[in-house]
């Protein structure tokens, strides 16, 4: 039949010569390991993310080489500023940018102008903010976790986050008060005249050398923090921490050469009030202080309601009620005495934001539409962030009315359940490889098992916990009700040598093998 001959495959069944099998092979357990799949499940985010991360790539892998040596660079690159300036006397006018307040006030003993050469010391305080936030969680903070007896690795590096940020704060926001109170003019006697105050007297031309380094430093930290949440672990909420950072760094860049330093000013107090309450909260509540946690997140909810929904957009309104109909009219304005020159404001934007950078020279400065609606459209911008952390804030709020603590719910449950999971391939399942003698060929190496909801029963999640936990498991004993299953287990060879030895003790022999079992057949 077309060259096939009845001594092949295709021969009748009655003369096919009948199968004789295989002679049987005496299988016992520790002669056998055991793959189990994941029954067709998905990987969880977090683990396909490590799997990604394992792929080192050149931007992770630079990514990692800067955070691994932030406080080095950060060092050296100081030091090569400051050599610079030693060895190289002609470059000294410009070099002392990096390091002193440039612009003496012409008008005014011990007052500073804006420039551009400004934009020297940001870079510096760039610098210098990397060098001390390394320098202070890897050599102090980080210690501080491990005295307080935070064990976790994870915890501890929050731990030392918020305490760098909490410090941060409480600073800023103290030396800002005072700034702003220092400069409120006499005349403010209730909160009308504390918004028109705001504006009026603009453009302020003269800064005192606590103001300009506030203000400039204040600039540097924003940018610091974007290159942070870029080159460190990502959060959940990146993308809103990223919009908020350069919303905050486009108020602070447009509004110092602008010479609105007062306004701003205000909304940074208004920003950083809850900025050390909140890391004050989270510090807490990794120190185990549950009860000192809510009363920090009680305090914590009532003065962001009061200053980032009330006096910020206060002061919002002020800008979009009271300007230009009540004070800071349109027109032009003199640099040399704030008067008032014309009422012809023009519509350029750019020249009149930027002027003591891209025309220092001018003799006026014009405050125009373009530039008024350019800081509302801001400062909406982020009043829309902040509503939106408050609604997460209320579900926080609704979480401590029911008896379940306050906790994060931003950044810190995936971080932690990331800390927690179990490992693609864990540690201990591949011991008894190392340690079993090499079987003979014939016998198999592994047998793959398909692990489905039908074989194992989960422990259910617990509630209120605020993450995502999962425990590490111990060979195949990681989250699973094995209790039934064992005499099953143990006959595909699945059970562990030292899940072996529990049984061999809970039983008291030697654990031989059932009749009908694997190791039982030939």
């Known amino acids: 039949m077309n060259g096939l001959s009845l001594d092949s495959g295709l021969a009748a069944p009655q003369m096919r010569q009948p199968h004789t099998p295989p002679p049987k092979r005496d299988l016992h357990v520790e002669d056998v390991s055991v793959c189990f799949g994941n029954g067709g499940l998905k990987p969880s985010p977090g683990k396909r993310r490590k799997l990604v991360e394992k792929q080192d790539s050149l931007g992770t892998m630079l990514r990692r080489g800067i955070v691994e040596h932030q406080l080095g660079l950060s060092v050296n690159l100081m030091l090569l500023i400051g050599l610079s300036y030693v060895l190289f006397p002609a470059l000294r006018d410009r070099m002392s940018a990096f390091f002193w307040l440039s612009y003496r006030s012409s008008r005014k003993a011990g007052l500073y102008d804006v420039g551009e050469r400004d934009v020297y010391l940001v870079g510096s305080f760039i610098v210098f903010f990397t060098a001390l936030r390394a320098f202070s969680l890897d050599y102090v903070l980080m210690p501080v976790a491990g005295w307080a007896g935070i064990d976790k690795k994870k915890v501890r590096s929050r731990f030392a986050e918020q305490s760098y940020m909490m410090t941060y704060y409480i600073i800023y926001w103290t030396w800002g008060l005072l700034l702003f109170i220092h400069e409120t003019p006499s005349g403010v006697h209730d909160v009308r005249s504390l918004l028109v105050s705001l504006w009026s007297g603009w453009p302020y031309l003269d800064l005192s050398a606590s103001m300009k380094v506030y203000y400039i430093s204040q600039l540097a930290f924003w940018i610091q923090q974007i290159v942070v949440i870029h080159i460190e672990e990502r959060r959940k909420d990146h993308m809103q921490m990223f919009t908020h950072h350069i919303i905050t760094v486009m108020l602070l860049a447009g509004s110092y050469p602008g010479r609105h330093t007062r306004v701003g000013n205000a909304v940074l107090v208004c920003m950083d009030v809850v900025d050390f309450i909140f890391p004050l909260a989270k510090i807490l509540r990794y120190l185990s202080m549950q009860t000192a946690c809510d009363a920090a997140f009680a305090a914590f ?76 459209s801001l400062l909406l911008a982020l009043q829309c962030i902040t509503i939106g952390w408050f609604i997460m804030i209320c579900r926080v709020v609704m979480r401590v009315l029911r008896g379940e603590g306050a906790d994060d719910t931003r950044s810190d449950g995936e971080d932690e359940a990331e800390d927690e999971e179990v490992d693609v391939v864990p540690a201990q399942a591949s011991e008894p490889l190392r340690a079993m003698p090499e079987p003979e060929k014939s016998l198999p190496r592994f047998i793959e098992v398909e692990a489905t909801g039908e074989d194992f029963t989960h422990y259910p ?47 008291g022999d030697s654990m031989s093998p059932r009749p009908g079992s694997a190791t039982d057949k030939k």
């Open 301 to 376: 909810v009532v003065f962001w309601l009061a200053s980032r929904h009330v006096a910020y957009n206060a002061i919002l309104w002020s800008l979009y009620a009271l300007t230009p109909n009540v004070t800071l009219h349109y027109g032009r304005y003199s640099t040399k005495d704030s008067a008032m020159l014309s009422d012809d404001a023009g519509t350029n934007m750019i020249d009149n934001l930027f002027q003591p950078i891209l025309h220092p020279d001018a003799q006026y400065v014009s405050w125009n539409p373009p530039v008024r609606w350019m800081f509302i």
């Open 461 to 507: 999640k617990r509630k209120g916990s605020g993450s995502k936990r999962k425990s590490k498991g111990k060979g195949m004993s990681s989250g699973l009700n094995l209790g039934e299953h064992k005499d099953f287990l143990n006959r595909i060879g699945c059970l562990s040598d030292e899940q072996l030895a529990r049984e061999r003790e809970k039983r």
